[in-house]
């Protein structure tokens, strides 16, 4: 049985997603944000050192990190959601792997700590928003025609590249990057996705 460590509103709602298209039974232990900080409860220390969510038991090993949580599940009960080794896809797909929660999530996070500052940020606000420009304009591109990352049917790559994506869409980049507006418009329409929401609880990126 997996048990998820489950922040609402965060990453850890791909991995949710993830297992309802598997269609694995697995069990959630529901965590929520402070109201009044946005941070995530002091519970999820007494888990992890980090506190971050997700995270996963899986056979009783505690998992963290979302690239390795999904890698895990995939290996697991999936392996047709990454391509062969040794394969030019299977390099694309450890690139995004990295990608969505390296590069890309990097500006991302920079504007939401600044923003909390004001004025005091504003000398980096013109960095970083260049940085997200170039980074969601990466996504749109790296986009195949069938709509999906790596391969031309849901993979790995395309869970990991959700939260970023919708991260852009959320914030008014999808008007001029269609194929990235299309991505995450599909992700929300697919059952496992719905029925991920009514398990984890109200997503405000959905």
């Not at 598997?22 to 992890?48: G, M, S």
């Not at 505690?62 to 040794?86: F, W």
């Amino acid at each position: 049985m997996i048990i998820v460590h489950h922040l609402n509103n965060s990453r850890s709602q791909r991995i949710l997603w993830l297992l309802e298209e598997l269609k694995i039974e697995y069990q959630i232990k529901h965590y929520q944000r402070d109201a009044v900080t946005n941070l995530a409860p002091p519970e999820l220390l007494e888990v992890h050192p980090l506190g971050k969510s997700p995270m996963i038991e899986l056979d009783g090993r505690l998992i963290v990190e979302s690239a390795a949580i999904v890698e895990a599940i995939c290996a697991r009960y999936a392996s047709n959601m990454v391509p062969p080794v040794n394969s030019d896809d299977y390099l694309s797909h450890m690139e995004l792997m990295h990608f969505a929660e390296g590069s890309a999530m990097t500006p991302i996070l920079l504007a939401l700590y600044t923003g909390r500052l004001g004025e005091a940020a504003a000398p980096l606000q013109p960095r970083i928003k260049q940085q997200m420009v170039n980074h969601f304009d990466y996504m749109e591109e790296q986009l195949r025609p069938s709509g999906h990352y790596v391969l031309d049917e849901l993979s790995a790559a395309d869970i990991m590249m959700s939260f970023p994506a919708e991260v852009a869409i959320a914030q008014g980049y999808g008007d001029t990057r269609p194929k990235l507006a299309a991505f995450v418009e599909w992700i929300h329409g697919r059952k496992a996705f719905v029925r991920s929401v009514e398990v984890g609880g109200a997503y405000r990126f959905a």
